[in-house]
């Protein structure tokens, strides 16, 4: 069987923030509270949640750009805190990261070719501007920015929404990278170029052998990417996974009443098909706070299916077929405690 390029374990991500703008006591924040998953090489794992459940702060942890506060991320076995810096910067040119705001994450000062020319030269990837400007105008082919002298002197401010966010694309992939973390890659763009950069990250996926996380919060977006992609579906609720297994059984079988309303949300085009759509109706529509999550389940407090064990005790994430993996008592003892 071959070895997990990523394994996520038990990671958890606290931050401590002040109550208000006067006050000096700080409340904990828990973006992420105890995740665990692996990943093998080319796999996709899509991540998604409503805002705030702590998938971009996941993303970022694994990306090297957050440092977690217990837990272990493993890059081929070896912990990335236990590495040298060499082996740590390797790690860190191994897994880029696309950020959600295609706006703010290019410098407005430097040229498409300055752009993309810092990484290859910083990583020694090519040997000299010549080199540079060659591999540069390349990657402008590979993402679909054509032709690619007319876009190599260009400035960002020059560039479309989804042209930023494939030149992004195209930094990510420079340094050759064996991981793509894209948070909410789709957002902030329109809706005509979304499926574009979708389908742009499943083709260079298949033709890099990349392993893609993909976070969203859109799980519209999450279901043409899986079906397309395959891998698996992660959702996250108040920084947890309450559920996981293969996209397309997440999507026909939801099994957790999160995932069953995040499912239920999507909208269908076919009005025939909507109106038989199940309908959930949620005890709350608030979200809670995770620096103060309720007791027991999170979801407790807007599942419609609640029942008095859900307050009282978490609900561990099991292992419940030989692909699925839910936390939800609905699946454990407790259940047939109810019946
Ligand atoms: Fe709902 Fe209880 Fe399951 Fe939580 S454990 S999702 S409250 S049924």
Redesign the pocket.
Known sequence: MAEPILEVLDLKVYFSVKKGIFSSTKSLVRAVDGVTFSMKEGDILTIVGESGCGKTTLGKAVAGLVKPSSGKILFYGKDIYSMDKKEYMNYRRNVQMIHQDPYASLNPVKTVYKILSTPLLRWGIVSGEEEARRRALDLLEIVGLTPPDYFINKYPHQLSGGQRQRLIVARAISVEPKIIVADEPITMIDVSLRLGILDLLLDLRKKMGLTVIFITHDFGAARYFSAKGGGDIAVMYLGKI?EKGPAESVIQEPL???TKTLIAAVPEPDPKYSRTKERIRLRSLDIPSPINPPP?????TR?????E???ERE?PLVQLTNDREV????YTEF?EKKA
């Open positions: 309450v957790h009443p999160y027991g389940c999170r979801f407790h599942c419609p299916l609640y029942m064990v859900c307050s609900p936390s939800c008592f609905l259940s």
